[in-house]
């Protein structure tokens, strides 16, 4: 069965400093994948996407993600993080074959001043 | 281009009550989407539309939970009776289409909490 697993739960990091958030997927081919961004008493919203060609995707508000087939991984990256940055993460796999989004559990960040 | 519209945005019941959502979603939007997020955890998908038609409700569970889409416009979602384990935010999303690549777009919630 496909699932997605997000392995930290809660990161925290300085405004400023670099970020990645982990995304691994359990699925027999290449799947379309998802990041989406939840703030405080929000509806989630897409960051990126990856459906096929280049590895690395630039999404919206300076994330970037990299699918890596060999890890079976969907990485989210930012260089510099922003307070407004501070969130709920979600990674999700969408099977193309059975056209549904599959979420993992979340990552909460935390920002310091 | 407004978004996806749902009510209440909150609600409080007490165990064995029923309560229903309301969702709008984007104009145009022939596909739209019920998930149940647990504090917790991820969105997980109850029932997905295709204008007033199910697609797919294998993980609803029908015994207490019922949505209907009249029209293939605004949707609802009922749950009766409810269970303190359905207490959740329930998020309503709505695409252009059934494909996975279609993007869904979500509205702010409703967190209902039963106790």
């Known amino acids: 069965a496909q699932s997605v697993t997000q392995p930290d739960i809660h990161i925290t990091v300085s405004e400023g400093a670099s970020l990645e958030l982990r995304c691994n997927y359990s699925y027999g081919a290449t799947p379309y994948l998802f990041w989406y961004v939840q703030s405080p008493g929000q509806g989630l919203q897409l960051l990126l996407k990856?459906?096929?060609?280049?590895?690395l995707v630039q999404g919206i508000k300076g994330f970037e993600a990299e699918f890596k087939r060999s890890q079976s991984s969907f990485n989210l990256r930012k260089p510099s993080v922003h307070w407004s940055d501070a969130a709920e993460y979600f990674c999700?796999?969408?099977?193309?074959?059975?056209?549904?989004?599959?979420f993992g559990a979340g990552t909460r960040l935390a920002v310091h001043p | 281009e407004a978004g996806v519209a749902q009510s209440p945005r909150y609600k409080i019941i007490e165990k064995r009550q029923s309560v229903a959502f309301w969702c709008n979603p984007i104009s145009g939007h022939a596909t739209l989407y019920w998930y149940q997020q647990i504090l917790g955890q991820g969105p997980k998908l109850l029932i997905q539309f295709q204008n007033n038609g199910v697609v797919d409700d294998s993980q609803l569970p029908k015994d207490r939970f019922s949505a209907e889409r009249l029209k293939g416009v605004d949707s609802t979602l009922k749950i009766q009776p409810a269970k303190l384990e359905d207490s959740a935010v329930y998020l309503c999303?709505?695409?252009?289409?059934?494909?996975?690549?279609?993007?869904?777009?979500f509205g702010p919630g409703t967190r209902l909490t039963v106790l």
């Open positions: 990856y459906f096929s060609g280049d590895t």
């Open positions: 999700a796999v969408g099977p193309p074959e059975i056209n549904k989004l599959i």
């Open positions: 999303a709505s695409s252009s289409g059934t494909a996975t690549y279609n993007e869904q777009f």
